[in-house]
DNA sequence: TAAGTTCCCGCATAATCACGCAAATATTTT
DNA sequence: AAAATATTTGCGTGATTATGCGGGAACTTA
């Protein structure tokens, strides 16, 4: 068996199962864990995977152990910076949740005369200290993990809604899947505030380029925008330029 | 199991929860309780959580509480003690807002299985650190003074509901006019929160009795049980009483 | 204070890893 | 096609890491 071959074989494994074992692959591929361990190596120095001790876990467990409840990153308001000059006076903003969000929405000019549509709770309770902000939440039951409101209610509600601007918090991104996340009732609510809205804008910080979760949310043509903390000459950013998306 | 991947579900129910025992953990990953021990003191000094005396807590926590004992009156600590008792496990229940609701909220019994339905912003986002309540969230135009949605919208799907009981924040509460409070929006919603309740359950601090704003939430007939600091027998309450209210 | 947890420490065990080397295999050159 | 070169692989060795267990200290709770 090739090696590329055995590769490919471990990333399908990766894909299926987010996580594979040393020893079960040495089995399964019928070499040394030698072989197996350079395998992985190799695999996670292209950044297809992450080794760990026993074996190797896809990537997207890097976000959940690495998840930076950090507040105020400084690219975090590099980003809240860039998108906030999109926003206009009088607009409808539909805008999601996260920590570079709820950034964001702490620099808002006091002056601004915006709505803002949200389902994501502590977005919402910083919308409310803005002077002049109007604020809508659309609510029915509550995920616990991403503190928003989910659910076909919520949905419906988004589909009556004719926005300027949706503003999306994006854990994943890349130029296979688009914008991808991890919990399905999540994806439900993200595609029915893409739907809604004229222009949408991803906000991602650069180590989120690239990677990918299970579920999609949306395939890069339906993102206008993308910004991140990066220069938009950076040439991270210039096959998702080709793709036709405006760098900010 | 991997170790990365046991760590990545702690932090996971760090994120839900808000806590984790080491004690469940070691039951739910089939480890040691030594294994778990030594997860969490890792994942602690890596700054992604806060271990304690068995088991851990989210870094938020910490400040949440200390956030928390600003409003933390005493007497509103004896009421919310008080309405807790009459939450039971599988009920449905309306809540308003307040200090003291969130007073009420942060008491409640880890293990309670219930469902609160609000439209108070604070209230929800306190509710989800709950770890088995469910919550739901009335949501619509945000009025920001209160911190709460209002409007057309979250009367009617109160309308919809049919819950076991109605915890109602007091601003003032006297023998003519019951219930009022300040806002007419705030009324609307207060109104048909009672109307959609079995039983509304009145929670004021002793201070409040016996004062009166302008518009009418609801006459004293309208409600079932009053809850104060102070003792049953005390004779500012013998009132209340006699026109039917229990006293807690 | 006393009982029951939980914690901390060191140790033993087993699994995993890293490194060098030589054999095997693949690729290029002649 | 043969030789030379480069790459890949497996194995042995010793180092590193992960885990569970025992015993005593520290903490919590009644």
Known sequence: MLK???QAYIIQQINIH???LSSDLCVQLDVS???????????AEEGKLMKVHGGALAKSFHFTIESKQVYSLPEKKIIAHKAIDLIKDGMLVVISG??????LVNMLPPDLNATFVTTNVPIALELLEHPN??????????LKSAQMAVGAEVVQRLGQIKAD????GT??????????DLEWEIIEVKKAMIACAQK???????????SSQRLQVCPLDEVDILITELDPSDERLIPYAKRGLSIL
């Open 98 to 103: 996260g920590t570079t969000m709820r950034e």
């Open 4 to 6: 590329k071959e055995r």
């Open 200 to 210: 949408t804008v991803s906000l991602a910080i650069s180590e989120k380029l690239n």
């Open 33 to 43: 864990e030698d072989t197996v361990r350079r395998d992985l190596q190799e695999l």
């Open 133 to 142: 902000a109007e604020v809508i939440f659309l609510g029915n039951k509550l």
């Open 165 to 168: 601007l949706c503003l999306l």
């Open 171 to 180: 854990n994943s991104i890349d130029l296979h899947l688009g914008i991808t």
């Open 18 to 20: 987010n996580k594979v």
